[in-house]
């Protein structure tokens, strides 16, 4: 018998809203699962989680979004988005090092430890 290779494939919240939707419509599991692609394990990851797919969607998060990515540091992700914000309704540019620069400032004012600002 040959290994078989599966295609990791990684579903946005739309496709999972029409992959909960086609569950529910009284069709089997696995015809579900075959039209979309997916292992009978996904299908029931999907089934089970739905209630925080359906709580991203009514809390606005992007239909085409595949992955949530969560700050470390929220409040400092914030106040350098407002001050990016601000920068650019008056028409300054903002290089990625002048941000980098403002996050390490934000850093140090509310005593955050283990804070390096880096690219991303």
Same mark, same amino acid.
């Given at each position: 018998?040959?290994?078989? $290779?599966?295609?990791?494939? %990684? ?7 029409? @992959? ?11 015809? @579900? ?14 089934? $089970? ?11 606005? *998060? ?5 992955? *949530? ?20 309704? *008056? ?8 941000? *980098? ?11 955050? %430890? ?7």
């Amino acid at each position: 018998m040959s290994a078989v $290779k599966r295609k990791l494939k %990684t579903l946005s919240l739309a496709e999972k809203l029409e @992959v909960l939707q086609a569950a529910k419509s009284c069709k089997k599991k696995k015809d @579900v699962a075959e039209q979309f692609g997916l292992p009978m394990s996904t299908l029931s990851t999907i089934i $089970k989680n739905e209630s925080d797919i359906m709580k991203k969607i009514q809390n606005g *998060q992007s239909l085409s979004c595949k992955r *949530q990515r969560i700050a470390e540091f929220p409040g400092l992700e914030e106040c350098s988005l407002k001050w990016f914000e601000q920068c650019r309704s *008056q028409n300054i540019s903002v290089s990625g090092l002048m941000l *980098q620069e403002n996050a390490e400032i934000y850093s140090k004012s509310p005593g955050l %430890t283990n804070f390096r600002a880096s690219n991303g």
